[in-house]
């Protein structure tokens, strides 16, 4: 996320910070330097000039520049404008739950935004907090957008209101509304129809629907890698319909973050959600503060810590801190906390939340290395996982044909694991209290 837009600021940080003592005349040309990456990554070019004004004038100044370390000062500066220009600290108003009937969740946006998707991720977010959902397939332009909805909602065990006869989105709207009220859900998500581009058509079917539904809350979903198109779309959409916040979808392929830099300052509702990767997991609600930190290479560990308790097996983590007690770390559990590492997300992104952790230039993390293991450990018999001892040279190569993998690839794989087990051996070794399990 925003990988491009970090790496080109961290160039220009480095170099600011490498000149000690600095002048306005520094302080302006590493402005202008910040001025061209922020223009490059399709920022609203009112937006950049604004924010760099805000910065100048605070850093611009016989204290700031006399101090010690008056590099760092610039960057906690840029650092506070950019949590300010995302959206400030104040946390964003809570999802309200009336006592009396279902709360409503309307989402609009263009086709190909993401929209249906965005709904079953809401959904689950939802239903994993104890609420009960229900979800509207009311884009009847699509007929593949109902059949992707119900399939998406059997998925995640989440009613789907739906009528492939249905003509009318309003009536339709107004039978899922009167069903989430009489059947006692507490939340109802509704898929509004889209369309490739805005038209008075979408505009005026979906402010109808709006009418009819009157959703708590109106999310504008978005194409978070169109840059200033994004932006353009919120504009064109909140002239028509109260919008209450932003979704910003396909984050993970956003390299550069002009839209979510721009959308707050161009377009006054916040962005509420950022969407990453295709999976009903995949969603996370958006803290201005914590993504202004991964921007400028600071890490997110408040994220993967929600990450983490969200998404990992607190049994199977018991489970094996009880194993390493008794010093009975097998390649089986080896195997299973790769497999729990996984439903963090991507390696790479875990990488970038963790401060002070920075990839090489031109690094990456090859997922493929972890399927390679996965193979390999899923190729042994369970003796040969209980007991990693007896695998011999020909267990070795019987392994490999059987991974699709080389002989050295499983000697790699049993010295990692090896390496794990002395690890955990001195972690847990004479400790009492709790192990740090299911974080290797």
């Given at each position: 996320?925003?990988?491009?837009?970090?790496?080109?600021?961290?160039?220009?940080?480095?170099?600011?910070?490498?000149?000690?003592?600095?002048?306005?005349?520094?302080?302006?040309?590493?402005?202008?330097?910040?001025?061209?990456?922020?223009?490059?990554?399709?920022?609203?070019?009112?937006?950049?000039?604004?924010?760099?004004?805000?910065?100048?004038?605070?850093?611009?100044?016989?204290?700031?520049?006399?101090?010690?370390?008056?590099?760092?000062?610039?960057?906690?500066?840029?650092?506070e404008?950019?949590?300010?220009?995302?959206?400030?600290?104040?946390?964003?108003?809570p999802?309200?739950?009336?006592?009396?009937?279902?709360?409503?969740?309307?989402?609009?946006?263009?086709?190909?935004?993401?929209?249906?998707?965005?709904?079953?991720?809401?959904?689950?977010?939802?239903?994993?907090?104890?609420?009960?959902?229900?979800?509207?397939?009311?884009?009847?332009?699509r007929?593949?957008?109902?059949?992707?909805?119900?399939?998406?909602?059997?998925?995640?065990?989440?009613?789907?209101?739906?009528?492939?006869?249905?003509?009318?989105?309003?009536a339709?709207?107004?039978?899922?509304?009167?069903?989430?009220?009489?059947?006692?859900?507490?939340?109802?998500?509704?898929?509004?129809?889209?369309?490739?581009?805005?038209?008075?058509?979408?505009?005026?079917?979906?402010?109808?629907?709006?009418?009819?539904?009157?959703?708590?809350?109106?999310?504008?979903?978005?194409?978070?890698?169109?840059?200033?198109?994004?932006?353009?779309?919120?504009?064109?959409?909140?002239?028509?319909?109260?919008v209450?916040?932003?979704?910003l979808?396909?984050?993970?392929?956003?390299?550069?973050?002009?839209?979510?830099?721009?959308?707050?300052?161009?377009?006054?509702a916040?962005?509420?959600?950022?969407?990453?990767?295709e999976?009903?997991?995949?969603?996370?609600?958006?803290?201005?503060?914590?993504?202004?930190?991964?921007?400028?290479?600071?890490?997110?560990?408040?994220?993967?810590?929600?990450?983490a308790?969200?998404?990992?097996?607190?049994?199977?983590?018991?489970?094996?801190?009880?194993?390493?007690?008794?010093?009975?770390?097998?390649?089986?559990?080896?195997?299973?906390?790769?497999?729990?590492?996984?439903?963090?997300?991507?390696?790479?992104?875990?990488?970038?939340?963790?401060?002070?952790?920075?990839?090489p230039?031109?690094?990456?993390?090859?997922?493929?290395?972890?399927?390679?293991?996965?193979?390999?450990?899923?190729?042994?018999?369970?003796?040969?996982?209980?007991?990693?001892?007896?695998?011999?040279?020909?267990?070795?190569?019987?392994?490999?044909?059987?991974?699709?993998?080389?002989?050295?690839?499983?000697?790699?794989?049993?010295?990692?694991?090896?390496?794990?087990?002395?690890?955990?051996?001195?972690?847990?070794?004479?400790?009492?209290?709790?192990?740090?399990?299911?974080?290797?």
């Open positions: 996320m925003f990988e491009e837009l970090s790496d080109r600021l961290a160039g220009v940080f480095r170099k600011l910070l490498g000149r000690g003592r600095l002048n306005e005349q520094d302080v302006r040309e590493t402005l202008r330097e910040i001025r061209r990456v922020l223009l490059e990554a399709d920022v609203n070019l009112d937006v950049a000039k604004s924010f760099l004004r805000a910065v100048e004038e605070r850093a611009v100044g016989a204290d700031l520049l006399s101090s010690v370390t008056p590099g760092q000062q610039i960057i906690k500066i840029v650092h404008e950019l949590i300010r220009l995302l959206g400030g600290t104040s946390p964003a108003a999802m309200q739950f009336p006592s009396n009937r279902a709360a409503a969740v309307l989402l609009a946006g263009l086709q190909g935004s993401g929209k249906t998707t965005t709904a079953a991720k809401l959904a689950r977010h939802w239903k994993d907090r104890g609420k009960r959902v229900l979800l509207a397939a009311l884009d009847l332009q007929p593949a957008a109902i059949a992707q909805l119900e399939v998406l909602g059997r998925s995640i065990g989440v009613p789907v209101h739906l009528d492939r006869e249905a003509k009318d989105a309003v339709l709207a107004k039978a899922a509304r009167a069903r989430a009220d009489r059947e006692g859900f507490d939340l109802l998500i509704a898929d509004t129809a889209g369309r490739l581009h805005v038209d008075e058509e979408l505009m005026t079917e979906v402010a109808k629907v709006h009418a009819a539904l009157d959703p708590h809350e109106t999310l504008l979903v978005l194409d978070g890698m169109t840059g200033q198109d994004a932006v353009s779309i919120a504009e064109a959409f909140t002239k028509r319909l109260p209450s916040g932003f979704v979808t396909k984050m993970d392929g956003d390299a550069r973050g002009g839209a979510a830099l721009s959308l707050r300052a161009v377009c006054g916040p962005i509420r959600y950022l969407g990453i990767g999976k009903v997991e995949g969603i996370e609600p958006f803290h201005p503060d914590r993504l202004a930190s991964r921007i400028l290479g600071m890490g997110d560990v408040l994220t993967l810590v929600e990450r308790q969200e998404r990992l097996d607190v049994g199977k983590a018991e489970a094996l801190e009880r194993k390493l007690r008794k010093d009975r770390f097998t390649l089986e559990d080896f195997l299973g906390q790769l497999q729990e590492m996984k439903k963090l997300g991507p390696l790479e992104e875990i990488v970038k939340m963790l401060p002070g952790v920075k990839l230039a031109g690094a990456q993390v090859d997922e493929r290395d972890l399927k390679r293991t996965e193979a390999i450990i899923q190729s042994m018999t369970r003796e040969e996982r209980e007991r990693p001892a007896v695998i011999n040279g020909s267990r070795r190569k019987r392994i490999a044909r059987g991974s699709g993998t080389t002989v050295q690839d499983v000697n790699r794989v049993l010295r990692q694991f090896e390496q794990t087990q002395t690890m955990l051996k001195r972690f847990g070794g004479g400790r009492r209290g709790k192990l740090p399990t299911g974080r290797f």
